[in-house]
């Protein structure tokens, strides 16, 4: 397992940007999906977006396609998530989550950073 820092969160305007980013320590970084969830009070924890190790390939829900970006430098160990246009919708708790590749399931998660996004 990798393990995993976020920050970045606060609280914006609705219509405002933001950048999470998510440090990750331990094993080697490289050959480790990433992905961004989030929870909302009262609701399950969601999937948000996600990255392959060369980047190459992303994925986003439907719900924050076009205006969220997930990139990641591996020399850096260091995965972002640009969120624009932010809606009050977007109000919860980021988690940055890791994966080897060959694994269908994360199971490196971090702690959270709160999101708040006023209308």
């Known amino acids: 397992q990798v393990q995993l820092v976020e920050s970045g969160g606060g609280l914006v305007q609705a219509g405002d940007s933001l950048r999470l980013s998510c440090a990750a320590s331990?094993?080697?970084?490289?050959?480790?999906?990433m992905g961004w969830f989030r929870q909302a009070p009262g609701k399950e924890r969601e999937f948000v977006a996600a990255?392959?190790?060369?980047?190459?390939?992303?994925y986003y829900a439907d719900s924050v396609k076009g205006r969220f970006t997930i990139s990641r430098d591996n020399a850096e160990n260091t995965v972002y998530l640009q969120m624009n246009s932010l809606k009050s919708e977007d109000t919860a708790v980021y988690y940055c989550a890791a994966k080897p590749e060959y694994q269908d399931e994360f199971n490196s998660w971090g702690q959270g950073t709160q999101v708040t996004v006023s209308s």
């Open positions: 331990g094993r080697t970084f490289v050959r480790y999906a």
């Open positions: 990255i392959i190790w060369s980047g190459g390939s992303t």
